[in-house]
């Protein structure tokens, strides 16, 4: 069965980074857009990236660029966020989630906490 | 930073219908499908609707979507304590990133 699994959060400094990753199962990894989704404590969903199969095509939101990198590993079935400069504002619940073409988001992951606090 | 709006609270009785509107643009509603996700208390977000008015295999029929220009919404007929959970509608914008409602919060009286 398809699964997701985010790994690589925790508590951080502000200013420091981190890499998150989400270990892909059960579906060709490769043939797959995927994306990160946020959710800050008590808030609602947020979209932060998104990468094309073979990475032929990433884009992520205006307050995660220049900081945030999104990336994969077709050979290992892992998606990256490589984090940096991180603030308060990213504290949040990190999702993975595949797209099937216009079918939409239809396999999240559980999700993984990043807390950026001094 | 939300791009579509949605009202931040619904609620009714079992049995009663509930709609969540979704107002978008020209850039994002206007011109690329809607999605809607339901996310129960500590749990991921779950796909309810695709294409705006698809239901995916295993999501009750009295979930239903809609679409018109540049708004959307979502139609929960005949209400049941277990669709006491947040709803988020969700569209890509044309200038290449995706952008969530501010989600709204469904509760049965």
């Known amino acids: 069965q398809v699964q997701l699994v985010e790994s690589g959060g925790g508590v951080v400094q502000p200013g420091r980074s981190l890499r998150l990753s989400c270990v892909a199962s059960?579906?060709?990894?490769?043939?797959?857009?995927i994306h990160w989704v946020r959710q800050a404590p008590g808030k609602g969903l947020e979209w932060v990236a998104v990468?094309?199969?073979?990475?032929?095509?990433?884009y992520s939101a205006d307050s995660v660029k220049g900081r945030f990198t999104i990336s994969r590993d077709d050979s290992k079935n892992t998606l990256f966020l490589h984090m940096n400069s991180l603030r308060a504002e990213d504290t949040a619940m990190y999702y993975c989630?595949?797209?099937?073409?216009?079918?939409?988001?239809?396999?999240w992951g559980q999700g993984t906490l990043v807390t950026v606090s001094s | 930073q939300s791009l579509l709006a949605q009202p931040p609270s619904a609620s009714g009785t079992p049995g009663q219908r509930v709609t969540i509107s979704c107002s978008g643009s020209?850039?994002?509603?206007?011109?690329?499908?809607v999605y809607w996700y339901q996310q129960l208390p500590g749990t991921a977000p779950k796909l309810l609707i695709y294409?705006?008015?698809q239901r995916p295999s295993g999501v009750p029929d009295r979930f239903s979507g809609s679409k018109s220009g540049t708004s959307a919404s979502l139609t929960i007929s005949g209400l049941r304590s277990e669709d006491e959970a947040d709803y988020y509608c969700?569209?890509?914008?044309?200038?290449?990133?995706?952008?969530f409602g501010g989600g709204t919060k469904v509760t049965v009286l």
């Open positions: 059960g579906f060709t990894f490769s043939n797959y857009v």
């Open positions: 294409r705006n008015d």
């Open positions: 969700e569209a890509w914008d044309d200038s290449l990133k995706g952008v």
């Open positions: 990468i094309y199969p073979d990475g032929s095509g990433k």
């Open positions: 020209s850039s994002n509603i206007g011109s690329n499908y």
């Open positions: 989630a595949r797209e099937y073409g216009d079918y939409g988001k239809d396999y």
